[in-house]
């Protein structure tokens, strides 16, 4: 009982967590709207399905309520398909036969009513044709996989990768349950909440959610290597940085580049965004500026005007999350250092 209790408990916190992921990628405004929402539409009907699976293990549900989960992996294997082709620049533009593809799950949902849900013969058939489109789908998308092109995002593929694989590995689940090779029936809803975890962690990791901005605009990997040289140019030789007012735009134009191919460069090559990667340099200067002897009595305005913050509190502020001290407390350890020598 206390092992049944516990699976429950799993499972829904499974589902709670799915539906906040999207209703997170339903509203998220950056990045690639379209992939964002096919990757919000392949976890909604996960979950539908894998909600479905809980309820009727714990509760006698009627046939038009199992239909519309049974529903849901209709709304997986083209939300995965479309996915993967606008990861990878496949797709850019959506028109109105396009979302045909989802005209099964409309269907399958408008008239659950009349659709049989009684574990006869035709019952079985229809649950068999519904995991068939997804195995359709599934291929589909293995071929995406095969052949996305390798110029991309190695993150954004295998992101792409491993959800196929999982959402392939959900399928085995209750195929191999309606064989009746596994039957462990609600499987399949703990499997789905280990995934979603595992896509939570990547969301607060700031990975493969952020990656896929970048995911249909690749730059060739010479092209990359060159500009970044020739914004670390910009920022080392020409200090750029000491601009308290310098920007992106700013940036882009004396590279010669546009806004969004700059802050992917340097987004890929230091994992920082342009904010992040102006104050990097701010701070080195800030640190050089305070342990040099001729700047020992200088206030910290002055180190932090000189190092082209615009105010002292985003100094401070800076200097702390970057090296874990106040500029205060650096060039005090700098002095006692010193006087150790």
């Given at each position: 009982?206390?092992?049944?209790?516990l699976?429950?408990?799993?499972?829904?916190?499974?589902?709670?967590?799915?539906?906040?992921?999207?209703i997170?990628?339903?509203?998220l405004?950056?990045?690639?709207?379209?992939?964002?929402?096919?990757?919000?539409?392949?976890?909604?009907?996960?979950?539908?399905?894998?909600?479905?699976?809980?309820?009727?293990e714990?509760?006698?549900?009627?046939?038009?309520?199992?239909?519309?989960g049974?529903?849901?992996?209709l709304?997986?294997?083209?939300?995965?398909?479309?996915h993967?082709?606008?990861?990878?620049?496949?797709?850019?533009r959506?028109?109105?036969?396009?979302y045909?593809?989802?005209?099964?799950?409309?269907?399958f949902?408008?008239?659950?009513?009349?659709?049989?849900n009684?574990y006869?013969?035709?019952?079985?058939?229809i649950?068999?044709?519904?995991?068939?489109h997804?195995l359709?789908?599934?291929i589909?998308?293995a071929?995406?996989?095969?052949?996305?092109?390798?110029?991309?995002h190695?993150?954004?593929?295998s992101?792409?990768?491993?959800?196929?694989?999982?959402?392939g590995v959900?399928?085995?689940?209750?195929m191999?349950?309606?064989?009746?090779?596994?039957?462990?029936?609600?499987?399949?809803a703990?499997?789905?909440t280990?995934?979603?975890y595992?896509?939570?962690?990547?969301?607060?990791?700031?990975?493969s959610?952020?990656?896929?901005?970048?995911?249909a605009?690749?730059l060739?990997?010479?092209?990359?290597g060159?500009l970044?040289?020739?914004i670390?140019?910009?920022?080392?030789?020409d200090t750029?940085?000491?601009?308290?007012?310098?920007?992106?735009?700013?940036v882009?134009?004396?590279?010669?580049?546009?806004?969004?191919i700059?802050?992917?460069v340097?987004?890929?090559t230091t994992?920082?965004?342009?904010?992040?990667?102006?104050?990097?340099?701010?701070?080195?200067?800030?640190?050089?500026?305070?342990?040099?002897p001729a700047?020992?009595?200088?206030?910290?305005?002055?180190?932090?005007?000189?190092?082209?913050?615009?105010?002292?509190?985003?100094?401070?502020t800076?200097?702390?999350a970057?090296?874990?001290?106040?500029?205060?407390?650096?060039?005090?350890?700098?002095?006692i250092?010193s006087?150790?020598?």
């Open positions: 009982m206390e092992g049944a209790v699976i429950l408990v799993l499972s829904c916190l499974g589902i709670a967590q799915a539906l906040f992921l999207c997170y990628l339903f509203t405004k950056k990045g690639n709207r379209y992939a964002n929402f096919f990757l919000g539409l392949l976890i909604l009907g996960l979950t539908i399905r894998i909600g479905k699976s809980i309820l009727n714990y509760l006698d549900l009627v046939a038009w309520q199992r239909n519309l049974l529903a849901g992996i709304l997986v294997g083209p939300s995965l398909w479309y993967g082709k606008v990861l990878f620049g496949a797709t850019t959506f028109y109105p036969k396009q045909l593809h989802f005209l099964p799950y409309l269907c949902t408008f008239f659950c009513w009349l659709i049989p009684r006869d013969t035709l019952s079985i058939w649950y068999y044709g519904i995991f068939f997804l359709c789908y599934l589909l998308s071929g995406v996989v095969i052949h996305m092109d390798k110029k991309s190695s993150a954004v593929q992101w792409y990768r491993n959800l196929v694989i999982g959402v959900i399928w085995v689940f209750y191999g349950n309606i064989l009746g090779l596994i039957p462990f029936y609600i499987g399949g703990l499997c789905y280990l995934l979603v595992i896509f939570s962690f990547l969301l607060l990791q700031k990975h959610f952020q990656l896929v901005k970048y995911s605009s690749v060739d990997q010479e092209v990359l060159t970044s040289e020739t670390q140019k910009l920022f080392q030789e750029v940085y000491l601009n308290p007012q310098i920007t992106l735009n700013e882009a134009s004396a590279v010669g580049s546009t806004p969004k700059v802050s992917q340097i987004n890929t994992g920082k965004n342009f904010s992040e990667y102006v104050n990097a340099h701010r701070v080195e200067k800030a640190k050089t500026l305070l342990r040099s700047a020992q009595k200088e206030k910290i305005a002055s180190i932090a005007y000189d190092s082209g913050f615009n105010n002292v509190t985003s100094f401070n800076a200097f702390k970057m090296t874990g001290q106040t500029p205060s407390e650096f060039r005090k350890h700098i002095k250092d006087k150790n020598r």
